[in-house]
Nanobody, 121 residues
Framework: VQLQASGGGLVQAGNSLRLSCAAS????????VGWFRQAPEKEREFVALISWSGGMTYYTDSVRGRFTASRDNAKNTGYLQMNSLKPEDTAVYYC???????????????WGQGTLVTVSS
């Protein structure tokens, strides 16, 4: 499956962005969609995941309550709604696909190219 993340940009702290992850190729609905981010000079970290059906979501502590993962399997697209953004959310955000539900990047077989989110204070 090929993934393409989009929707990043420059926003002020407190504002919102919605990232999209468009999939093509293999059946998107078979995969968990994971969201990861990598800030400058930091390792890639898990942000959120949504199961293949959308019935299960999981978030890292720092974004829980502010970010919401969703998906529309009919459109082969996953989303990450990010509210109340903070400067520390600044990073390149990646979407990825996996057969299992995992917060480990090693378990994801397919990756999008990343989209930059910059939050100014």
């Amino acid at each position: 499956v090929q993934l393409q993340a989009s929707g990043g940009g420059l926003v002020q702290a407190g504002n919102s962005l919605r990232l999209s992850c468009a999939a093509s190729g293999r059946t998107f609905s078979h995969y968990t969609v994971g969201w990861f981010r990598q800030a400058p000079e930091k390792e890639r970290e898990f942000v959120a995941l949504i199961s293949w059906s959308g019935g299960m979501t999981y978030y890292t502590d720092s974004v829980r309550g502010r970010f919401t993962a969703s998906r529309d399997n009919a459109k082969n697209t996953g989303y990450l709604q990010m509210n109340s953004l903070k400067p520390e959310d600044t990073a390149v955000y990646y979407c990825a696909a996996s057969f299992g539900s995992s917060w480990s990047a090693k378990d994801y077989n397919y990756w999008g190219q990343g989209t930059l989110v910059t939050v100014s204070s």
